[in-house]
């Protein structure tokens, strides 16, 4: 890219950023300060508002970038990430919306801890819905890093390092001062802005083969120098029995893994009423479908207009295909066009990162401070602070870890790393809650055994993968501690996660209260005394 054309890339990156400070520092002067505020909004969004808002936290940097470069350099393996994206909203909208807006109150421990001992279950779910977001947060960081590297015109380390601190503070910012209300609004603002971005590179590439998609699919295969074995499955998942259970594994982590993700849970409270949450999902639903249709025509896309080689030059993992579909489509390098149409796609591209770490960074601070901090401060000495003031210092520690693992995870696909943090959430999350919601003898013990039985598990299966080591496309390609051949734990850890929670039931010596099950059921299911 030339230095003008660099410029208009980071005018418009620079335009968003002050918009969404803009509305960030508005809504901050119109606040009440309460936790209610900043956790929820104070429940006054519309159903279709946070629809977008939560397609919003939805469409991340692994969706618009990760996945459309898995497209370009796998074919129809790559597809695995749309279809198991979106195949998991059906089970939040059948399963947990209406009943988590109605049993809750800010977080996920809230659903949990209406029949359970407080104390040890909101420091269980605390500390995984932390874990959770922090992974999902890498992903966007090293999304953000190949973005502006590929702007700058390289891959220099310093500019995908200082990018990934930049998002860090900006992230802290807006959590701090604007909370949920703030975060809600960009979300929305950046979800039509992708959209409408999306919409724009989807009709470029159909007018491309003048609509027609056979000729499309054909030029991906012959240039991908696969040939049909492009199109069918099996080129990244098919090559022995490990590359198969790895698909097996991935699939289940995508598809159960968003009913138990922290940001995506917190947004069923910033509606009024459980109708509205229902309402809300279904409004995603719409959005959210039509944009991962969308990501594979620009997968095929990018592998039939670029070329899977030059995508692989550019970035190994496939994060820069949609920019540089977004070059070529435009007139290619050199051209005004092609300058143009690549700043619009980074600008709207970056606004995705952006906007996703604050509705994640937003969701695990709340977790520290509703969860985890409420429950150990009546051991700290003195005055405790308020839950909204540690919220915000929670904010500043947790884009810090974030920082940290993004800079050293900054060759890993976007999209992958995010199959990561829904397999930790399908194994520590989903199956409390399930229980919760609808075993009508759990018990406490059986709570904190089935969030650390699928948290431990999945953690450990991933730090002895080749996702850190082994391989040369692992975190230290120089070492080899491989102990678990999957790439994704979520074939095991999922199972362990409901079977810990199984045990410990069975195994408690303090009988399920059926009253609270009682009073709890008939919440979930009328609404009946929900907040």
């Given amino acids: 890219m030339s230095g003008d054309h660099q410029t208009l890339a980071l005018l418009l990156f620079g335009a968003f950023v002050a918009v969404t400070l803009a509305i960030t520092t508005w809504v901050s002067r119109d606040r009440r300060g309460s936790a209610e505020e900043f956790y929820a909004g104070g429940r006054l969004f519309s159903p279709m508002e946070n629809g977008f808002a939560i397609a919003g936290d939805y469409m991340s940097a692994?969706?618009?970038?990760?996945?459309?470069?898995?497209?370009?350099?796998?074919?129809?393996?790559?597809?695995l990430y749309s279809v198991g994206f979106l195949v998991a909203w059906l089970v939040v909208l059948l399963l947990v919306a209406e009943l988590v807006r109605n049993c809750g109150r800010f977080t996920l421990a809230d659903v949990i801890v209406a029949r359970m001992?407080?104390?040890?279950?909101?420091?269980?779910?605390?500390?995984?819905?932390?874990?959770?977001?922090?992974l999902y947060l890498v992903a966007q960081m090293v999304g953000a890093g190949s973005l502006v590297a590929l702007l700058l015109g390289g891959t220099s380390e310093a500019a995908r390092s200082w990018t990934v601190i930049g998002v860090g503070a900006l992230m802290v910012v807006y959590v701090s001062l604007g909370g949920m209300r703030a975060t809600t609004w960009i979300q929305i603002v950046k979800a039509v802005l992708l959209i409408a971005g999306t919409i724009g590179l989807t009709v470029l590439v159909l007018l491309r083969f003048h609509g027609d998609v056979d000729q499309l699919l054909t030029t991906a295969a012959d240039r991908s120098g696969h040939g049909?074995?492009?199109?069918?499955?099996?080129?990244?998942?098919?090559?022995?029995?490990?590359?198969r259970l790895d698909f097996i594994s991935l699939g289940l982590a995508l598809v159960l893994g968003t009913a138990g993700l922290p940001h995506i849970l917190s947004r069923f409270y910033t509606v009024p009423t459980a109708r509205a949450a229902r309402r809300s999902v279904v409004w995603s639903i719409g959005l959210i479908g039509g944009f991962y249709l969308m990501t594979i025509v620009l997968g095929f896309g990018a592998a039939a207009v670029v070329g899977p080689d030059d995508v692989r030059a550019s970035s190994p993992a496939g994060n820069t295909a949609v920019p540089l579909l977004a070059l070529d489509l435009g007139g290619g390098a050199g051209t005004t066009g092609g300058a143009v149409l690549f700043a619009v796609v980074a600008a709207v591209a970056f606004a995705t990162i952006l906007a996703v770490v604050a509705g994640v960074t937003l969701a695990s601070s709340a977790s520290v401070a509703h969860d985890l901090y409420a429950s150990l401060k009546r051991r700290r000495a003195g005055k405790p602070y308020s839950e909204v003031k540690v919220a915000r210092i929670a904010a500043a520690g947790i884009g810090a870890v974030a920082i940290g693992l993004g800079l050293l995870a900054r060759d890993l696909n976007v999209a992958f790393l995010v199959g990561l943090a829904f397999a930790v959430a399908a194994s520590a999350n989903l199956p409390v809650l399930l229980y919760s919601l609808f075993w009508r003898g759990f018990t406490t013990r059986g709570a904190v055994w089935s969030v650390y039985g699928g948290l431990v598990p999945s953690v450990l299966l991933v730090v002895f993968s080749p996702v850190v080591s082994g391989t040369p496309e692992s975190l230290f390609p120089g070492a080899d501690f491989r102990l678990f051949p999957l790439q994704n734990p979520g074939l095991l850890s999922i199972p362990l996660g409901f079977l810990a929670g199984w045990l410990g039931t069975v195994t408690s010596a303090e009988p399920p209260d059926e009253a609270k099950h009682a009073e709890a059921e008939v919440r979930a299911l009328t609404g009946a005394g929900a907040v």
């Fill in 62 to 79: 692994a969706s618009f970038l990760g996945i459309s470069g898995l497209i370009a350099l796998y074919g129809y393996d790559g597809m």
């Fill in 117 to 134: 001992r407080e104390r040890p279950v909101r420091i269980a779910a605390g500390t995984s819905s932390v874990a959770v977001s922090v």
């Fill in 228 to 243: 049909r074995e492009f199109l069918s499955p099996g080129l990244r998942y098919g090559g022995d029995w490990i590359a």
